[in-house]
């Protein structure tokens, strides 16, 4: 992946980091740190600016949740509930509780969609309830481009002060993304208990 990554903004420079960027928002499992710590290296290496490096990155990364987005968008809210729902069984969950879950993200959209752009993994996924909640497109990029300016802003500078120590500074990304993801089995076993105890009441 890294010599992938490399190869390709050799090849054709900050396009090669927009078209990484938007890979990574469609498929999260690309680490997006190491994407961009490369890009900070290449801003080092005086192949490109920092704030070329850190524009494509955004670039990249609002097309990518465009995608994903659309995905949404082509989902009407009664599919993706059953959709989510059927997941949802295997840890306990409802309809009615996914539902809810959607009443949620429609009062505070604009701050999931700001703020979830700075958070692994959930950064990609807030594109698809974004999309089949209707966010005007607009109102979506803009947050999206704000979010992910700051997030890639951090990641390039970093890669940008370690040069080539750069993949050093992946194991923080792994680090963030493994807080990440104990944080939403918690917020899971929270949501479980409470129906739970609904259902039992």
């Known amino acids: 992946m890294i010599d992938w990554a490399t190869d390709l903004i050799d090849a054709i420079g900050v396009l090669g980091v927009a078209a990484l960027v938007a890979l990574e928002n469609i498929f999260p499992p690309i680490p997006s740190e190491l994407v961009l710590l490369l890009t900070g290296f290449n801003v080092s290496e005086g192949r ?3 704030v ?7 670039v990249g990364s ?9 995905i ?3 989902l009407d809210d009664d599919r993706l509930e059953r959709f989510l729902a059927t997941i949802g069984r295997i840890v306990g969950l409802k309809r009615d509780d996914v539902h809810k879950g959607f009443v949620w993200f429609e009062r505070h959209g604009t701050a999931v969609v700001l703020f979830g752009r700075l958070v692994p993994v959930v950064r990609s996924v807030v594109s698809i309830p974004a999309g089949a909640e209707k966010m005007p497109l607009g109102r979506f990029s803009l947050l999206t481009a704000a979010g992910s300016l700051v997030w890639n802003s951090i990641w390039v500078a970093i890669g940008w002060g370690l040069g080539d120590q750069w993949e050093k500074a992946g194991r923080w990304g792994d680090l963030i993304q493994y ?6 089995v918690v917020g899971l076993v929270v949501v479980i208990v ?3 105890r609904r259902r039992d009441a």
Do not use: K
């Not at 070329?52 to 955004?58: C, K, N, P, R, S």
């Not at 609002?62 to 659309?70: D, S, T």
């Not at 807080?179 to 939403?184: F, M, Q, S, Y």
């Open 48 to 50: 490109f600016g920092y």
């Open 52 to 58: 070329e490096g850190v524009l494509a990155a955004t």
């Open 62 to 70: 609002v097309v990518g949740a465009w995608v994903l987005y659309g």
């Open 72 to 74: 949404g968008r082509l």
């Open 179 to 184: 807080g990440v993801v104990a944080l939403v």
């Open 194 to 196: 409470r129906a739970r």
